[in-house]
């Protein structure tokens, strides 16, 4: 089945006719949900390795690596503080 997208008429951007409303679209949604997905599926494969009482830091620490990577992150020292500090106003979200 394919979703048309069309251009909402009261703000113009991407949305798909929902019988009477719109409802906005994200022009990445297919990707979105593909990461959403994996991210739930690599959680659940932690709490399999707990149930299946594998050590639970190395299942966690496999589980973070996985999501990192369907992210596309890593961890890189000093550039997450750096960030913030010229952002200061962004502080309070990732206390």
Known sequence: MTTIVEKCPACSGDAVDRSGHWQSVAPNGDELNRKIYAIEKAV?????????????????NKAFNEIQEILGMSWKRGETAAFLEAHPKLKPLYA
Do not use: F, M, V
Not at 48 to 60: I, P, Q, S, T, V
């Open 44 to 60: 659940t494969k932690y709490y399999l390795a707990l149930d299946n009482r594998e050590h639970g830091g190395g299942a966690e």
